[in-house]
């Protein structure tokens, strides 16, 4: 399976796909070409202090949408066929335990994240709804 990543370009605010990393000359090259049709460069090097970088987790959601670090999903328990608790949360890397995580809203106390291996099982579906980047307010806690 081939690792993929996209960026988002800090100054442009803009969601690119990585064609090249660099690590040596800390450069990243991104195909800038967007669904707007505001940016037509293709393969255009960046700094690395110009992206954030988000890998693959190499998994997709009920929609077949690939998933990646900063996504926003949204998960739904099934219980005895029918839908249970909802909560929404950010795909992050835990670094302690090498592996993918979905946060969660300040509203849960412990445990803050949750595996997203457990999240494939037939107990539940999600669905991504947005990225970090541009939707944060889908992280909001409502009161």
Sequence with gaps: MKT????????????CEVI??????EIVTLDLENDDDEYFWIETD???SDVEIMQSTGLKD?????????????????FNG?????????????????????SKPQEY?????????????????YRV?????KNP???EVSE
């Design 62 to 78: 009920a929609d077949g949408v690939e998933i990646f670090e900063g996504d926003i999903v949204k998960r739904t328990y099934l």
């Design 46 to 48: 960046w700094s690395f």
């Design 82 to 102: 029918g839908l249970g608790e909802t909560h929404t949360g950010e795909i992050v890397y835990d670094k302690e335990y090498a592996r993918y995580v979905i």
């Design 4 to 15: 993929k990543f996209r960026a988002w370009h800090i100054h442009k605010q803009i969601m």
């Design 20 to 25: 090249r990393i660099d690590f040596e000359q």
């Design 109 to 125: 106390t412990e445990p803050k994240t949750e595996d997203l291996g457990n999240i494939l099982s037939d107990k539940s579906t």
């Design 137 to 139: 307010e889908l992280l």
């Design 129 to 133: 709804v947005g990225d970090i980047h």
